[in-house]
Each structure stands twice: as structure tokens, then as C-alpha cells.
């Protein structure tokens, strides 16, 4: 293990931003991560998998530990089912990929979802009708305090809608090293209700639909709404999509006839910050070298050398502007450093 000093971070998150680490060093085993984090003399600690869900406004004054950890094994199956173990440093689409060359189902509607597999249960990531907890079966975690190794069960980890105990009580406290997943091996379930889903499945002309057809689906419709990282600096949806009550609903509809909106419960209903922020009037407003993608209103984008903390003032702009138009407060999704 090699530790390297005031490294830029631009390559290790997916939005681009060109801040420095005072040091950093690449993990790729579980007795590194141990040793790393046994040391001292390095008491600010950021821990990186994928980089694919924070905004990085400043330079990082303490060490960067760059989470690498690879491998995916089989870890049971029978006739039916099959255990994968994926470990933390797995690219998340590339782990997705596997599983369907294995024809493996139940990850294919999360295709492309950028960032890694050690990351994905933090925020409980999901996409057109599945979420990570419909496979998870546990995760491994290393405990930052004692630096040992405890198993999370899904009931353990208490997913919401792009939540978990790693965003709550947890947070910070540990870092995941592998997840195991049950995935089917045979007569899969597949989710194509999503209205999307649908019509780039009859598009494609494909009328009986294997995963990897869901799967070109889903990539299909990624990329014609959402800009992939490698092209344009991005941290997918930047808001979660906020819960209001229906009795604000039905006054928002008086004067926003088409207000779309998500069943949640009886009193409650969940809104797209896309659509909020489209009305809003900044679906793709460029600043220089940042802005609102054109295809979609929820993701932020970095063009070229923008500035964390650039991003993060239009951010501020959009949720005030959203607050004062629809009296809702929307979070960022992102986590902000
Ligand atoms: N909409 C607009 N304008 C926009 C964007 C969206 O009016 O610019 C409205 C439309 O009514 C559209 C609806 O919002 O029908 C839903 O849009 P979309 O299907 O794109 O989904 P979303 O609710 O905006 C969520 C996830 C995405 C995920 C998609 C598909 C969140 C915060 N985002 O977006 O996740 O890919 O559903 O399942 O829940 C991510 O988390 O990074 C992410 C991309």
C-alpha cells in the first residue's frame, strides 16, 4: 500500500469535481482496509467507493481511502435460486453485467445506476420499479471503531426509499465490504410495468422479454434521458423525489392541473422534483460550466471545470426557488462535502 500525497480527486467522483486530497491511498484487500484504518496518525479519514453519490465542494485535508475491494463469487444456489457475493470495489453496472451473461435475474432494471456495488446499499439505490433491497439478502462491514468485520441482514439495514441505516444511525461508523445477493436462475420476474419500460420494449419490437432485453431497455432509456458521466460530470438525481401530504396535492392541483404524483398511503403522495423543477423553469439552464441537464430536471451537471461549491449555490437556488412556487422542500440525494 502506497500512500500518495495532494492527489486531485477528479477521476474518483463521477461529477468531475477537480478538488485535491491532502492524501490518499487505493484499498484493495480487507486486511489493508484494517491496516489503514488502524493508523493514527491520519485522523480525518474519507472513505470512496464509486464517488457516484456526493458533490465535493472543497479540498480534503486527511486521507482519502479509495475503497477497490474486487472479486463477485457464487456463494450457494440450487435449481431456483443463487447466492453472489459481490465485493465492495465491484463497478455496480459492470456487476449487473455478470449477472445477466450468468442469467442470473432480478438486478436488470438497475442497469447503468453508476457507482459501485459497496455503495449501492447505503441509499438503497433503484430504478423503473426495483430497488437493491429486492435482492439483498446481507452485507459484510467493517466497523471504523474497532475495525471488525459485522454481518448487516436486510431487516438489520432498514431500507427506505433511498435510505438505510448507513445514512442514519450508522452513518459513518462503518464501511461496507461485500453484499450478497439472491438472484434467480430460473423463471424470472420481471418488472416492465414501468410506463417506460413498456413502450422501449414495443419499440424494440420484443414482445416475450428475457432480462437481457429488460436490461437494453433500461440502457436505452438511460441514455436518452440521463448524461453518462464519462461525457458530462454528474451524480445522477441530485433531489430525492419529496413526500407531501395529499391535502397539499389537491391544492397544488387548483393551479397545477397536471401535476403528476406517486400513491404512498392514504394521506401521503410522492411528487418528481423533475417535474418541480422543469416548472420551476431550469430544466436545462446552463451557468458557464454547470447547470440542469437538458433531459432531465433532477440531475445537476458539471460541462467541464465547474466548482463544487458553484453547484451546490444552484442547488440552494432550485430548493428555495421550488419552496417558494410549491411550498415543498426537496433534499439534496447527494451526499455534500
Ligand atoms: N419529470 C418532468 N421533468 C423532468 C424529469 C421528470 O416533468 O425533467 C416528471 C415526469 O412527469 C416523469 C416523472 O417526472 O414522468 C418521472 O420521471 P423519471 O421516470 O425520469 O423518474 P424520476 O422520478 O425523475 C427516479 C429516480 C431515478 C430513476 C428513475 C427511474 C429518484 C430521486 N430518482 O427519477 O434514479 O432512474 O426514477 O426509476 O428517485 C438516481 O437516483 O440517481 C436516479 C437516476
Known amino acids: 500500500m502506497h500512500i500518495e500525497q495532494n ?4 477521476p474518483y467522483n463521477t461529477f468531475g469535481i477537480d478538488v485535491k486530497a491532502k492524501h490518499f491511498v487505493s484499498v484493495s484487500n480487507i486486511s489493508d ?4 484504518l488502524n493508523l493514527s496518525n491520519y485522523p480525518n479519514k474519507l472513505i470512496l467507493g464509486g464517488g457516484s453519490n456526493m458533490l465535493l465542494t472543497k479540498d480534503f485535508d486527511g486521507l482519502v481511502i479509495h475503497l477497490n475491494i474486487k472479486g463477485i463469487d457464487i456463494f450457494s444456489e440450487d435449481d431456483n435460486y443463487v447466492l453472489v457475493k459481490a465485493n465492495a470495489g465491484e463497478n455496480w453496472h ?3 453485467l455478470w449477472c445477466i451473461n450468468n442469467d442470473f435475474g432480478g438486478v436488470e432494471n438497475m442497469s ?3 457507482g459501485n456495488v459497496g455503495t449501492a446499499p447505503i441509499q438503497n ?3 423503473y420499479g426495483v430497488e437493491l433491497k429486492d435482492t439483498f439478502v446481507s452485507c459484510e462491514a467493517m466497523s471504523v471503531e474497532n475495525r471488525t468485520l459485522k454481518t448487516f441482514t436486510k431487516e438489520a439495514c432498514n431500507f427506505g426509499y433511498r435510505n ?3 445514512k442514519q444511525t450508522e452513518k459513518g461508523k462503518f464501511i461496507i465490504t461485500s453484499v450478497t445477493f439472491k438472484l434467480t436462475k430460473q423463471n424470472h420476474t420481471l418488472h416492465t410495468n414501468y410506463g417506460a419500460i413498456t413502450s422501449q420494449l414495443e419499440k424494440m419490437g420484443i414482445k416475450t422479454p428475457t432480462i437481457q432485453d429488460v436490461s437494453k431497455a433500461v440502457i436505452a432509456i438511460r441514455e436518452s434521458k440521463l448524461p453518462n458521466p464519462k461525457d458530462i460530470g454528474n451524480s445522477g438525481s441530485f433531489f430525492k423525489n419529496p413526500v407531501i401530504s395529499v391535502q397539499l ?3 397544488l392541483k387548483d393551479n397545477f392541473e397536471d401535476i403528476p404524483c406517486y400513491p404512498i398511503s392514504d394521506i401521503e403522495v410522492k411528487v418528481p422534483a423533475g417535474w418541480l423543477i422543469e416548472k420551476a423553469g431550469f430544466k436545462g439552464k446552463r451557468f458557464g460550466d454547470y447547470g440542469v441537464h437538458k433531459n432531465q430536471a433532477l440531475v445537476l451537471v458539471n460541462y467541464n471545470n465547474a466548482k463544487g461549491e458553484n453547484i451546490l449555490k444552484l442547488s440552494q437556488l432550485i430548493q428555495k426557488t421550488v419552496l417558494r412556487l410549491f411550498n415543498i422542500s426537496i433534499e439534496a440525494e447527494v451526499n455534500i462535502l
Open 7 to 10: 492527489i486531485s480527486l477528479k
Open 33 to 36: 482496509l484494517k491496516e489503514i
Open 94 to 96: 459492470e456487476f449487473v
Open 112 to 114: 447503468l445506476i453508476p
Open 125 to 127: 439505490i433503484g430504478a
Open 164 to 166: 438505510s441505516i448507513f
Open 249 to 251: 396535492y389537491n391544492q
